[in-house]
Every structure is written in structure tokens, then in C-alpha cells.
């Protein structure tokens, strides 16, 4: 079946500093891929929706500036948040999708980072 | 935009046990995901359904949609279905390549 690979697992970070999280479809050509956040003991949160070779769609309420997404290739899609500080530590995991605009389509998650800024 | 409302939020049971997990949604959808969340975090994709039933092993999901309402049902349940069980929809009745909305889960234990 299809996999989501999502690096790192966990990264623990000084505030001030910038974190770099990749999300890879190893065995797909992701068109679409999807950011999301979950703070303790709440839901998942979608933050935006990155499509290849195009810029990325944020929700109301994510600063874009903060948290940049490039998805340069149809299998990568990265996420870096920028001067992180420890309001920014959470569970942030990505999921891809093969079929552009289809919400028909199977979900495929990567494992997740588990961020701690301190 | 869809609201998913999910119930029990917590559950605890004995192994052997039939478990049920409902889901509701307000806005009408093409699709409703079902999906498993361990401990570590990674999820973990169960069921896809847009209508009346699908079952993989001991796990069942059905779906009305008419009555913006979703069902996953574990038969004899075991320690290592203990995970927080989630049901996610699309945000709009269009759907589109919008990401979903998520409920808050249902974190269910079952003891040996």
C-alpha cells in the first residue's frame, strides 16, 4: 500500500530557531499534500493545503510567514517553522492524497513530528 | 463549515466486548474517513465510506446519510485496539481538495 514517510519523528529545538519538517510519499506521486497540528488531547487541525509547483493554502489563522511549505516535487512536501517558540511545540503530521480536488480519495499519513521547543 | 461531533470521548471496556463508536456531522459530505490514532501518533487510515456499510475484519463502519450519521463497531475487542478512534469529513458539502475536519476522537481502552 501506499506510504507516507515523515522526518523527523521528534526534534527538540531553542527558541528562536528554525525546524524543518519533510513529508515524502514513497511509493506515489502525491499531487496534493496536507499539513496538519494537533495540541494535546485536541483534534487534528488542518494549517494548509500544499500542492505541487503551486503556493500553498493556509487556513484563517496560520501565519504563513511562520510556517513555510514548499512542495517542490510530486513525492515532497516540507514545512518549516520559522522562529519557533515553545507556543509553537505540538504534533504536526502530514497526509497525502493521489488525486487533486477528490475527497473520495484513501488517506495516507505519515507518522508524524512531535515538536518541543524550548 | 461541517462541525463533527463524536461520542463516547473516552471508553473503557473489557476485552470481548462489542464496541460502539457514533459520529455526527452537520454538513452534507461525499465521503467520511475513519481513522485509528495510537499512542505515538501516527494514524493509521480504517475506512473510507460515502454509503451503508463496509467491514475489515472485526471492524464494521456504517454510514446514513441522511442523518449526517457514522457508526465504527469493534467485535471482540482486544487490549491492542486500545487507540483513539477518529472520524474525519470534509469541511464543505463540495468537498473539493480542501483537507478534512477532524472530530476530537474517542479514546478507547480495553482491558484484558
Known amino acids: 500500500g501506499a506510504v507516507v514517510s515523515q522526518h523527523p519523528s521528534w526534534v527538540i529545538c531553542k527558541s528562536g530557531t528554525s525546524v524543518k519538517i519533510e513529508c515524502r510519499s514513497l511509493?506515489?506521486?502525491?499531487?496534493?499534500m496536507f499539513w496538519y497540528r494537533q495540541f494535546p488531547k485536541q483534534s487534528l487541525m488542518l494549517m494548509a493545503t500544499?500542492?505541487?509547483?503551486?503556493?500553498?493554502?493556509?487556513e484563517q489563522g496560520v501565519e504563513k510567514d511562520k510556517f513555510l511549505i514548499n512542495h517542490a516535487s510530486l513525492t515532497l512536501s516540507t514545512l518549516t517553522v520559522t522562529s519557533a517558540h515553545p507556543e509553537d511545540s505540538s504534533f504536526y503530521i502530514c497526509?497525502?492524497?493521489?488525486?487533486?480536488?477528490?475527497?473520495?480519495?484513501?488517506?495516507?499519513f505519515g507518522n508524524g513530528t512531535r515538536l518541543t521547543v524550548t | 463549515k461541517n462541525e463533527v461531533e463524536q461520542s463516547p470521548q473516552n471508553l473503557t471496556a473489557q476485552e470481548g466486548e462489542f464496541i460502539t463508536i457514533n459520529c455526527s456531522y452537520s454538513?452534507?459530505?461525499?465521503?467520511l474517513h475513519w481513522l485509528q490514532q495510537h499512542p505515538g501518533g501516527g494514524i493509521v487510515s480504517l475506512f473510507m465510506?460515502?454509503?451503508g456499510k463496509k467491514k475489515h475484519g472485526r471492524l464494521i463502519a456504517t454510514i446514513n446519510i441522511q442523518e449526517k450519521h457514522s457508526s465504527l463497531h469493534i467485535t471482540a475487542s482486544h487490549p491492542r485496539d486500545s487507540a483513539v478512534y477518529i472520524c474525519?469529513?470534509?469541511?464543505?458539502?463540495?468537498?473539493?481538495?480542501?483537507?478534512?475536519?477532524f472530530g476530537k476522537g474517542t479514546h478507547l481502552i480495553i482491558q484484558p
Open positions: 497526509s497525502a492524497s493521489l488525486q487533486k480536488g477528490r475527497p473520495n480519495s484513501p488517506l495516507h
Open positions: 511509493d506515489f506521486q502525491a499531487t496534493t
Open positions: 500544499s500542492n505541487e509547483g503551486s503556493k500553498a493554502t493556509y
Open positions: 454538513v452534507g459530505i461525499s465521503a
Open positions: 465510506l460515502s454509503s
Open positions: 474525519a469529513v470534509p469541511p464543505y458539502s463540495g468537498g473539493g481538495a480542501d483537507g478534512l475536519t
